[in-house]
Each structure stands twice: as C-alpha cells, then as structure tokens.
C-alpha cells in the first residue's frame, strides 16, 4: 500500500507566480489535511478537506491560499502571488474515513523556495 | 484551545545513554497524543500515540511514552539511544478522529559516539 505522496518534492517560484502542490493520499483514505512549516518551527495546520469539501479552513490565510480536494484526483494547495514569506515546506496528511481514526499519515512533503 | 510545549530544542546524549524528551500539553478536552520524527528532508514518522487506556505505550524503535494527567505531559523516553535516532521529533495533540493535529516546536536529538 503506497504511502501519502506529494509532488513536486522542490518547487522553486519567483515572486509573483503561482505555486500548485499536489497531494495523493493514501490508497482508501478519504480525510486530507494540510501543514505548513516554516524554519525553526513546528508544523502549523492549514486546511483539512474531505472529498469536494473544506472541513476546516481555520489555518488558511485568508488571501492568496485556497485548497481544494476533487472527487477524482489529488488534493491540490495553491499559493497565488507568491511572496519571499510562503518559502516553507507543505506537508499533507491523510486518514481513513472510519469512525474514531485518530492517526495522520504523513508524505514527504514540498519544500517551497521563492525568490 | 490546545497547545503543546517542547521546551528546548536541541538534546544530546551518547550512544547507549538514555534518551528523554519531554513534552507538555494543555487541552480543554481529553486530548490524544502523539509523537512523530522527522529524518533529515523526509516527512513525518508516527512514532506512538496515547487515545485512551493503558497510560504507558510502546511504539516502533524502542521509544516509549507515559500519558500523566496530573503533570498534563506526555515525555518520550528511550532506554538507550542509538545513532540512527539523531533526528527531530514533534510531539502533537489532537481531540479526536478527523480533528486537526497541534504541534510542538519540536526538539532536535542527537547522539554522539
């Protein structure tokens, strides 16, 4: 069973474009959430989506970022305009949709540079 | 609100030597608590987790954590520690199934020959 897989693992971006990271989950798991973490800190929460809806967005900027998470396909974070201060790494993680799951599967992660 | 507290962020130990990191939460609510590692540009590694039940438990690489109420911590320890732990681990609360995980800000471990 393939792990949470997210792509690209590098992305680099000049001020001002458009960042898109991609997020599939685990094979069965139905629940994403997104984290971002920023150097010398923990990871913060982002968004936490289920198929075509946002459950929780409480962690979102409220301008630039938005989140999406098809009913076919992976779950997509996009960044518009990108500034020096989005340069982190985007982790996603997945769980099941059972009642009382608990644990967050993690990927590898996007690590985001903008110059 | 929940929150959790990794004081200190960098611990050294000898190989062989036991490993303590120690983590304090504060939730209105039962909280569940985990602890994963991060190697070096990889993602995050469930290392144990705390629901309900049995106060101490056991997960992979030896590590284990002791879930006390009274002292609202969740310390991970190791009896002795192996170069292979050198990494960073995160300790996370969350109230529940599909419920978003709050984190620490980490402590880096590293272990000297």
């Known amino acids: 069973n393939a792990g949470v897989m997210q792509n690209p693992r590098h992305l680099v971006r000049r001020r001002g474009q458009e960042a898109r990271l991609r997020c599939s989950p685990m094979?069965?798991?139905?629940?994403v959430y997104w984290y971002r973490q920023l150097p010398e800190e923990g990871l913060k929460f982002m968004v936490y989506l289920q198929k075509e809806n946002i459950i929780d967005e409480s962690g979102m900027p409220k301008e630039r970022f938005s989140a999406e998470f098809p009913k076919e396909g992976p779950s997509i974070l996009r960044i518009q305009q990108v500034v020096r201060g989005d340069s982190a790494a985007y982790f996603c993680a997945s769980s099941p949709l059972l009642a009382g799951t608990d644990t967050q599967y993690f990927g590898p992660g996007t690590r985001l540079t903008v110059l | 609100a929940q929150s959790v507290t990794q004081l200190g962020s960098h611990v050294s130990v000898s190989e062989g030597a036991l490993v303590l990191l120690r983590c304090n939460y504060s939730?209105?609510?039962?909280?569940?608590l985990f602890w994963y590692v991060q190697y070096p540009n990889q993602g995050l590694q469930l290392l144990l987790k705390?629901?309900?039940?049995?106060?101490l438990v056991k997960g992979i690489n030896g590590f284990e954590a002791e879930f006390k109420k009274s002292e609202t911590s969740f310390h991970l320890t190791k009896p002795s520690a192996h170069m292979s732990d050198a990494a960073e681990y995160f300790c996370a609360l969350n109230t529940g199934a599909n419920s978003k995980l709050t984190f620490g800000k980490g402590i880096t471990l590293s272990v000297r020959p």
């Open positions: 094979k069965g798991h139905s629940h």
């Open positions: 705390y629901t309900t039940g049995a106060t």
């Open positions: 939730s209105s609510v039962p909280p569940y």
